[in-house]
């Protein structure tokens, strides 16, 4: 620990990590950061942090950080140090020309859920703007997009229902394809604490993790199932919910729509989706299924946190939509201590899907063919729009790959590293003509690059972030930015050039544009959050100072709507070539790919991904605690050492995925969600072999 004195003055900021958003008052001598001190009057954390939002912080003045804008003709060439004017020039200039050359829809672009919404609304209105089509897409198409979706279908609305104190009034709480211990450190605390003073829990994951044994906490009930078993396991425990007469009828009768639920409850009463029936499938014994949906039904306010164990998965949408069912048909949406709730996994990926990053939507997820809505951006941004949705992400590789698309704009985001079959992606990235990152570090992607423009950090960003329970918290720099211009300033002054003048001059500003545009920020302004300290939108003339449970009394679109989702077993499945299963996660000292925890002394407690692997499946393959071991899947293949652990389930080995030289996705598929693309990374049949490397 280095003593760097007393400080002189602090800032309010935001953690830029998880989706917890918790306030810190970083403590500053000069422009230099002394220490980050956990905010007591932080909304989302009341005072409490976690190793990498206290200690993690490092990387923001890291000796590989990049400062001055480079540009190659070529990415198998060097890279050429430039001015900013130059930088932008060749971007508007190429992306222009590639236009020219094959069409309006060759290029787009791709928003970041580490940066601020203001940033993220100017990306994305530069492409609709300035590109004048829909190619825009965000990160959160490979985490949480099946979240927007069946929220979306069956509530109204793309966002969990809750806020983070509902914990504290819940007698049951379900995690199911979460980790909060390690993902959601702050959150995992309020949680525990409940858990401690009596509420009950379920967890449904195939790792025995560490919430379903700790401290004065034990799980009623641990479900291991079979990794891309959760439709089966849900539809199950509403099949009990159903033919044992737990339905909250009342509840159903007033708030939902009975045409829906009546198709849904034939559905589900059929007894293909009974416990006993699935057992095989899910790999649960039918009598805890049993006892924990009754437990769920009948134990008081049940809520349902889930993480990307959910999403991830080709039937992540219809998951979303079977905790939806399951929620409505016990009464447990719409008060204190229940609900629906997702959480995320990166700081700002509620703000960056709220802020129009997906092909099909404006900001406040209002589709692009809508003409009223369409109406009201053309009137404003003074320019015609494209009614046609863009390409996602995996569209925009595919048709890199076939020729068809040719330019590409990343905001921080690592895609080479953190999206699906590496080698696809490559691929991919290599057919491109003109690739340009925006990013602190040469990352794995700017390896294909031709434009690098160094971003800022979160000690030098101002503007605003959305955490996991729709709360926008204030992000202010504490230095100035140290490479020279805000990144949404750059990214206005590519639209400029491109022939689509954008004129901010503050992110206030930028906020101000957004609540103009957007009916669930019309209340938001700099001004209240300084006031108020954060607001959960919607935040409008209804409910000015915010909204921190949704649903109460009524859904957002009128009616509750009950999905039929039916279970559709992945195509990846095993066989004698590849008998188990893998699946990924993250570690506490950790964060995603490790762009920037890796380069702080966190690094210490993690500094190599590791394969957990059940004891039995580890002695059938002669593989010793601390082996190196090949991971072979139908992709690819990786080398890592493997730890022998008896909390995972004889068939199912497991990685994180936060070390480059690993490169967990190396060996990950293209399956993806059947209604979002968001990919598969939960389930990719493997086997795993001593490996002669030392
Ligand atoms: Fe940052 Fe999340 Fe840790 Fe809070 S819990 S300090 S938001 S990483």
Not at 114 to 134: G, L, S
Not at 533 to 560: L, Y
Not at 568 to 591: C, K, M
Request: hydrophobic fraction near 40%.
């Amino acid at each position: 620990i280095i003593d760097k004195g007393q400080p002189d003055h602090s800032v309010v900021t935001t953690c830029a990590y998880c989706g917890v958003g918790c306030s810190f008052k970083a403590e500053m001598k000069g422009d230099e950061v002394v220490r980050m001190m956990p905010y007591k009057d932080g909304g989302a954390n009341e005072g409490h942090s976690c190793v990498k939002g206290r200690f993690a912080w490092g990387y923001a003045t890291h000796q590989n950080r990049m400062l001055k804008p480079m540009l190659r003709e070529k990415f198998t060439d060097p890279w050429r140090e430039v001015s900013w004017d130059e930088a932008i020039d060749f971007t508007a200039k190429r992306f222009l020309e590639i236009q020219a050359k094959h069409g309006i829809g060759s290029i787009g672009g791709i928003t970041s859920s580490r940066c601020t919404n203001e940033e993220v609304y100017v990306v994305q209105k530069m492409i609709r703007a300035a590109f004048h089509n829909n190619n825009v897409d965000t990160c959160a198409r490979v985490c949480h997009s099946p979240t927007g979706y069946g929220l979306r279908q069956t509530f109204g609305t793309s966002a969990g229902t809750q806020d983070f104190k509902s914990v504290d009034k819940s007698d049951v709480i379900l995690i199911i394809g979460a980790n909060p211990t390690d993902a959601h450190p702050v959150f995992a605390s309020r949680m525990k604490k409940r858990l401690r003073d009596g509420a009950k829990l379920i967890v449904i994951d195939p790792r025995r993790t560490d919430i379903v044994r700790s401290p004065h906490i034990e799980a009623q009930y641990h479900l291991p199932l079979l990794p891309g078993t959760n439709v089966a396991i849900f539809n199950a425990f509403a099949h009990v919910v159903v033919t044992e007469g737990l339905v909250k009828r009342d509840y159903v009768a007033e708030r939902c729509d009975l045409e829906d639920f009546a198709r849904w409850e034939k559905f589900i009463s059929d007894p293909k989706n009974s416990p006993e029936a699935l057992e095989a499938i899910t790999g649960v014994l039918a009598a805890d299924v049993r006892g924990a949906a009754r437990l769920f039904a009948t134990g008081g306010n049940g809520a349902i946190y889930y993480g990307l164990g959910v999403t991830e998965h080709s039937q992540g949408s219809t998951m979303v939509m079977a905790m939806a069912n399951l929620a409505m048909a016990t009464g447990n949406i719409g008060r204190d201590g229940v609900g629906v709730n997702p959480l995320r996994g990166q700081n700002n990926v509620q703000g960056s899907c709220d802020m129009g990053s997906f092909p099909h939507e404006f900001t406040g997820y209002r589709h692009v063919a809508d003409n009223t809505v369409r109406d009201l951006f053309e009137k404003l941004w003074n320019v015609e729009l494209d009614a046609e949705p863009g390409l996602r992400i995996p569209n925009m590789f595919n048709a890199a790959i076939e020729g068809t698309f040719k330019g590409l704009f990343v905001q921080g985001e690592d895609i080479a590293q953190s999206d699906p079959n590496t080698k696809h992606v490559n691929s991919a990235l290599e057919s491109l003509e003109c690739l340009v990152v925006q990013d602190l570090f040469l990352n794995e992607t700017a390896a294909f690059a031709h434009v690098f423009l160094p971003g800022t950090s979160f000690l030098e960003k101002d503007g605003t972030f959305t955490n996991a329970e729709r709360r926008i918290n204030r992000v202010r720099p504490v230095m100035a930015p140290k490479q020279g211009m805000q990144e949404w300033e750059v990214v206005a002054r590519i639209a400029t050039a491109m022939g689509y003048p954008m004129g901010y001059t503050t992110e206030s500003e930028i906020m101000d544009e957004i609540a103009r545009v957007t009916p669930t920020f019309a209340g938001v302004s700099f001004e209240k959050l300084d006031r108020l300290g954060s607001v959960q939108w919607p935040c409008n003339d209804a409910a000015p100072e915010g909204t921190p449970i949704m649903h109460i009394g009524k859904f957002v679109r009128g009616k509750g709507r009950f999905m039929v989702t039916e279970f559709v077993p992945t195509d990846e499945r095993t066989n004698r070539f590849f008998p188990l299963i893998l699946t990924t996660g993250r570690i506490l000292s950790q964060y995603n790919v490790g762009a920037q925890t890796r380069r702080t002394a966190n690094v210490a407690w993690h500094p190599e991904d590791v394969l957990e692997i059940h004891p039995h499946d580890a002695e059938e393959r002669g593989i010793k605690d601390g082996a190196m071991v090949s991971l072979t899947s139908r992709v690819g293949a990786i080398t890592l050492r493997a730890v022998i652990a008896d909390r995972m389930p004889q068939g199912v080995v497991y990685t994180t995925f936060h070390h480059p030289v690993t490169g967990a996705n190396v060996i990950t598929t293209n399956n993806s969600d059947w209604a979002t693309n968001c990919p598969e990374y939960k389930v990719t049949a493997v086997q795993v072999t001593v490996s002669n490397r030392p």
